[in-house]
Structure formats: C-alpha cells, structure tokens
C-alpha cells in the first residue's frame, strides 16, 4: 500500500482558500488518490477521488501533477464548518478495498 | 432514509466483558467493514466482509469477532482477549460497483 505524508496541521480564516497537499511518492499505476473530511466523533465522510489531473465538484477541487507522487486539495472560501481532519488515501483499483488512513491534517478555521 | 446506523452511541463496559456493537445499512451494499480510531489517530481495520456469510481479518483483528449472517447486518464483538478495548468504532459499507464508503456515526467503547 502507497504510503501518504501530509502536514499535521493547518490553520485558516474564514473565506480563505486552502490547500493541503499529500506526498504518495510510491504510487502505484492502478491507485486512486482519495480524500475524506472527519468531523470529531463522527464518521469520515468521502469528499473527492481523482486519478491525474483535476477534477472538481461542489466541495473541493482535487489537483495531480503528471507525475502523481503528489496531490493537493483545494478548499474554497472556507468556513468555521470546514474545521475538520482531512485525510488523504491512495487506494487500488483491486483488492479488499479497505482504505488505509494515516493521521491526516487537522484543519481549524478561524472567524 | 437511507444510510448506516451503529448502536449505542456510547458504551461502558467492565474489563473482562465481551462487548457486541451493531451495524446496520439499508444501503443494499454487499461490503461491510470494522475500523477503530484511538485518539489523535487514522482509522485503522479490524474486519471486513464482502458477501453474506464471508469475512475476513484485517489489520488488527486480534480480540475482535464478527459475523455476517445478513447483507444488511455485520456485527462486531469485542472479546476480553482484546487487551486495549478503549476506542471509537467505525463500521461503513461500500456499493461494489463504486469506490466511496459511506461510515455511520461510530460508537465510543470504554472499558474500566
């Protein structure tokens, strides 16, 4: 399973953008690049999934380079809401499709 | 309304004690799965089943039982032979034809 690194932790104001960036340098062909938002003492909730390039939808923007060792989440005009843990996940395409989650990053937005 | 749905919210237990959490969907989903989230942590797996009547370990199944005996239920036992029982439960589904899976609302064990 590629392994993922994303920064701890993250501090924003409402209505700012922001742009958390996960490291999965040992990707592999087959993998998605998945992230999911967990609010505390509740379940993840899936928030986008790409595979290379952009992909966008009401939530977020989900941006891979061409070489897809990296992605970044784009979070739009936050708000006190969007205080969350984000985490991102590469899963394959096969397999028991359990999601393997690191720690993620703890984002609290500011008023 | 469709969804997961996992009881009770909070549970209190005595060491020494099995424990049995439930999960419910009434999603039609075949897959079901068991994580555990300790404090500050990511989910981490405990069980999961791909089709009634099958099921199989995932990463930390030791002290852990479960069953599957209904597509819309899995449930999980936490047995005294589980030697850190303390933790947030998490079960979710997934449609197998889609990637997402939907979590319930978890429920917090605590054992003394």
């Known amino acids: 399973l590629a392994k993922t690194t994303q920064p701890i932790s993250m501090d924003s104001y409402e209505g700012q953008e922001v742009n958390i960036t996960c490291s999965h340098n040992n990707i592999a062909t087959n993998d998605y690049i998945t992230w999911y938002q967990q609010f505390p003492s509740q379940g993840p909730r899936f928030i986008i999934q790409?595979?290379?390039t952009k992909v966008t939808n009401e939530v977020a923007s989900l941006f891979i380079p061409a070489d897809r060792k990296s992605s970044t989440l784009s979070l739009p005009r936050v708000s006190l809401s969007d205080t969350a843990v984000y985490y991102c996940?590469?899963?394959?395409?096969?397999?028991?499709?359990?999601?393997?989650f690191g720690s993620g990053t703890r984002l609290q937005v500011q008023p | 309304d469709g969804g997961i749905t996992q009881s009770p919210k909070y549970l209190f237990r005595k060491e020494g004690q099995n424990v049995t959490l439930s999960c419910e969907q009434n999603?039609?989903?075949?897959?079901m799965y068991w994580y555990r989230q300790d404090p500050g942590q990511g989910l981490r797996l405990i069980y999961y089943?791909?089709?009634?009547?099958?099921?199989q370990k995932g990463d930390i199944a030791e002290g852990y039982s479960v069953s599957r005996e209904k597509k819309e239920s899995f449930p999980l036992t936490v047995t005294s032979a589980q030697k850190n029982p303390t933790a947030f439960y998490l079960c979710a589904s997934r449609d197998p034809g889609q990637d997402e899976q939907y979590f319930g609302p978890g429920t917090r064990l605590t054992v003394t």
């Open positions: 999603l039609n989903h075949d897959a």
């Open positions: 089943s791909q089709i009634v009547n099958d099921f």
């Open positions: 996940l590469v899963r394959g395409a096969s397999g028991r499709r359990a999601l393997t």
């Open positions: 790409g595979y290379k």
